[in-house]
């Protein structure tokens, strides 16, 4: 079973606070360490998945309810630039 992931609300944020905030909260976390992310803007949908394909996160997880989105993104070792 995964380990609890750790968690960051970006309800209210608009594009690209949520993702940019995400970004910050990953640069703590260890290699193989998950992020739960909760957003509100449907932007976000678009936002994480090129967040997570650019930066070699893996996007685990990914939920729409009819208000929020919740995204879980496990740490990877970035590609080298």
């Given amino acids: 079973m ?3 992931p750790h968690f ?3 309800s209210g944020l608009n594009c690209p606070l949520p993702v940019l905030k995400a ?3 990953l640069k703590s976390l260890k ?3 998950r992020l739960r992310v ?3 803007d449907p932007a976000s949908v ?3 998945r090129h967040f997570c394909h650019v930066s070699g996160y893996i996007l ?3 939920t ?3 208000t929020e989105f919740e995204y879980i993104i496990v740490k990877t070792t970035a590609p080298a630039s």
Avoid: V
Wanted: hydrophobic letters at 30%.
């Fill in 46 to 48: 678009i936002d994480f």
């Fill in 31 to 33: 290699e193989g360490e």
């Fill in 60 to 62: 685990e997880k990914e």
């Fill in 2 to 4: 995964a380990e609890t």
């Fill in 8 to 10: 960051l609300d970006t």
């Fill in 23 to 25: 970004r910050k909260a």
């Fill in 64 to 66: 729409k309810t009819d």
């Fill in 38 to 40: 909760i957003a509100t």
